[in-house]
């Protein structure tokens, strides 16, 4: 399987959403899918616009973009956090 299901918590609208991620992806091209999934899926409550950031939920730690998805060590569960 090439991708992961992941929890994203969105503080701007105060949810979280399940997405599924490629692992094969670098992480700026998923912020940029993800960011833009999200404006749509919150109800204008999140705006794409930036340099939005992923991090994870627990440690806080902020996710290099120039890594892929699979190199980060992202996996099915994880929960994250766009800001």
Known sequence: MNKVLVEIFLPAA???????L???SKMSEVLVL???LLS???D?????MG????CDTSSGIIFNINMAVAELGIQNGSKLMLI
Do not use: I, M
């Open 14 to 20: 105060n949810r979280s959403f399940d997405v599924y």
């Open 22 to 24: 490629p692992l094969e």
């Open 34 to 36: 993800v960011s833009t």
């Open 40 to 42: 749509d899926l919150s």
């Open 44 to 48: 204008g409550k999140y705006k794409a």
């Open 51 to 54: 340099n939005p950031v992923l």
